[in-house]
C-alpha cells in the first residue's frame, strides 16, 4: 500500500531561508579573537575581539565586542570598544559603547552610555 517511489529527503537549498541566507548568532559561551566575516545578519551573544564585517549586526545585551564593525546597520544592546562604520547605528538603553562612529543615521535611546567622537558620512 505504501511503497518509496523516489528519494524523499530535502535538497540542499531547500534548507536555506529566503534569500539565500540566514543569521548566524554567535553563542553566549562562544569567545572569539580574529575576525568574523558574513554577507548576511550577524547577533553576537558572545566575546568577540578582533574585526567585524557583515550586512547587519546585532550586538546583544550581554554581548561584548572589541574591536572594528563595518556594516550596513549596526544595532548596539551590549558593550563595544573600538571603531564603527556603519549607514544606521542604533544605540538601545542597555548599551556600553566607547567609540570612533562613521555613520549616516544615528538613533541613541535614553539610558545609553555612550563615549567617543562621531562623524556623519557626507553623501
Not at 57 to 77: H, N, Q, Y
Not at 94 to 102: E, G, K, P
Request: with cysteine.
Amino acid at each position: 500500500m505504501f511503497s518509496k517511489t523516489h528519494d524523499q529527503t530535502l535538497p540542499t537549498s531547500a534548507h536555506q531561508p529566503t534569500g539565500g541566507f540566514a543569521k548566524s548568532v554567535l553563542a553566549a559561551d562562544l569567545a572569539i579573537t580574529g575576525e568574523v566575516i558574513s554577507s548576511s545578519a550577524i547577533e553576537v551573544l558572545g566575546k568577540i575581539d578582533g574585526q567585524i564585517s557583515a550586512k547587519s549586526l546585532t550586538v546583544g545585551v550581554e554581548g561584548r565586542v572589541k574591536g572594528s564593525i563595518s556594516a550596513d546597520s549596526v544595532d548596539l544592546r551590549g558593550t563595544f570598544d573600538g571603531t564603527i562604520a556603519t549607514q544606521n547605528l542604533s544605540l538601545r538603553a542597555s548599551c556600553t559603547v566607547q567609540a570612533q562612529v562613521r555613520y549616516a543615521t544615528l538613533s541613541i535611546e535614553s539610558g545609553a552610555v555612550v563615549e567617543g567622537q562621531f562623524t556623519v558620512n557626507k553623501l
